[in-house]
């Protein structure tokens, strides 16, 4: 198999397109994915291949969109919804935590809900303002019966997706803003990756960085950059749900030392719940606390300036692992 270079907007492109012609209970469903190919153009050429029946537009409902797949998810079909932002997951929560979240448990195990649920992280660094900039994946951290994917990298996003689609559960996929025109080479042909294993990116030896979605990839210029200083271990988890505690973990007994950034709110957010689990698994292996790097309990400024301010970068990750005892 050999590989090519793509986009992360193709690459997610190439996942449905892949499990559309592969399974005919796949179909993909949101406000403009047929017409317009959704709102950051993930979806386009997909309406004029498979048609009405399998990608086709909706009203202006995220409950709507939610609802209805949770009920065809029920009944056979393998829906995709896409919801613009991660923002207006919010109206489509209900749906996700008192039905689709439940009825496999409800029904005693004889129904799932295959159901992924698509949405966009980020808006930060193209001044999306405070109602489409939140990342929201630790809002369903807590929701039983759903998994959270992260999109982080080209090649996993593609992997994982594909992976989402065929999973019986039902699966929120967050996407993010910045990423989708970033490039690299993956696998030419057909591939998946397991839900809920970590990937190490970069080995290290002084401390770990546990970094998701644009985290990830500052945290490793941080590591490039210090490399020779600091010698920085980079992880990758992911998925948030479930969290695969068992590499998170090796790698802080590694290292001794462990930052946590993620571009949500720090107040009960995921990089809180990473850390809280890393502490309770590593605990007599570290040399530190975990320290934590997120956004703090303020909305994401429209204001280029004040968004900078208030939604961290490379910077605050390296000054979280300069600021490390004995490090």
């Known amino acids: 198999m050999g590989e090519r270079e793509v986009s992360m907007r193709d ?27 959704g709102s950051f153009g993930i979806t386009r050429g997909l309406h004029e291949e498979f048609g009405d ?4 537009d909706t009203p202006i409902s995220e409950q709507a969109i939610v609802g209805s797949s949770a009920g065809a998810a029920l ?9 613009m932002y991660a923002d207006f997951m919010a109206l489509a929560a209900e749906q996700v935590m008192n039905q689709a979240g439940l009825f496999r448990y409800m029904f005693g195990g004889d129904a799932t809900v295959p159901m992924t649920v698509r949405t966009v992280n980020g808006g ?55 990423l989708y025109n970033r490039t690299a080479e993956i696998p030419t042909g057909s591939y998946t990756l397991p839900l809920g294993e970590a990937a190490v990116e970069r080995e290290g030896e002084d401390v770990t960085v546990v970094a998701n979605q644009l985290m990830l990839h500052h945290a490793l ?30 790698s802080a007994k590694k290292t001794g030392r462990v930052v946590v950034a993620d571009e949500s709110v720090m107040q009960g957010g995921p990089g809180s719940y990473v850390a809280r689990r890393i502490e309770e698994a ?28 208030v939604v961290p970068g490379a910077e605050e990750i390296e000054a979280a692992i300069r600021g490390l005892p004995r490090l």
Not at 53 to 56: G, I
Not at 75 to 83: C, K, L
Not at 134 to 155: D, E
């Open 282 to 309: 590593a605990f007599y292996h570290l040399e530190a606390p975990v320290s934590l790097v997120g956004v703090d309990d303020t909305p994401v400024p429209f204001s280029p300036p004040l968004a900078d301010a």
């Open 53 to 56: 029946e399998r990608v086709f």
């Open 124 to 178: 930060a660094g193209f001044n999306a303002a405070a109602q489409h900039s939140k990342s929201l994946h630790g809002l369903f951290v807590g929701m039983p019966g759903v998994r959270v994917v992260l999109g982080s990298t080209v090649h996993d996003t593609k992997g994982l997706l594909k992976s989402a689609v065929r999973s019986d559960d039902p699966v929120l996929f967050f996407e993010h803003m910045e």
């Open 221 to 250: 210029d941080v590591a490039e950059a210090l490399d020779g200083e600091i010698s920085v271990e980079v992880v990758n988890p992911r998925t948030i749900k479930p969290l695969d505690v068992e590499t998170l973990a090796e």
């Open 75 to 83: 009944t056979g079909s393998r829906p995709v919804a896409e919801i």
């Open 11 to 37: 690459a997610i492109n190439d996942a449905l397109r892949e499990e559309l012609e592969r399974d005919d209970s796949v179909y993909v469903v949101g406000e403009d994915v047929a017409e317009a190919g």
